[in-house]
Nanobody, 117 residues
């Protein structure tokens, strides 16, 4: 019954911005790590950013200074503000929530982000 619904993907020119949002439902996620992964064609799925229940954030080196992750536990949402987008940011972006100590994780369906002139 847990669902993660993503929105905000699309086509943008280099240097542009997009904001991805993920709405989680079916549980209470305040004790879960929430994050975003991405997967480009022919590549593995890599972590982009995460935020812990305590509010600590981690970013991939390639997006530091350009992307910002945030969570709203009252709304069960996690967002990714993406600025100064580059062609190498092109990928399918996946929302993820997890609680490793309980062996529980959930994935969104993925949303396409294409950065091209």
């Amino acid at each position: 019954q847990v669902q993660l619904v993503e929105s905000g993907g699309g086509l943008v020119q280099p240097g542009g911005s997009l904001r991805l949002s993920c709405a989680a439902s079916g549980s209470i996620f305040s004790m879960y790590v929430m994050g975003w992964y991405r997967q480009a064609p022919g590549k593995q799925r890599d972590l982009v950013a995460l935020v812990t229940p305590g509010g600590r954030v981690n970013y991939a080196d390639s997006v530091k200074g350009r992307f910002t992750i945030s969570r709203d536990d009252a709304k069960n949402t996690v967002s990714l503000q993406m600025n100064d987008l580059k062609p190498e940011d092109t990928a399918v972006y996946f929302c993820h929530v997890g609680r490793s100590l309980m062996g529980v994780e959930y994935w969104g369906q993925g949303t396409q982000v294409t950065v091209s002139s």
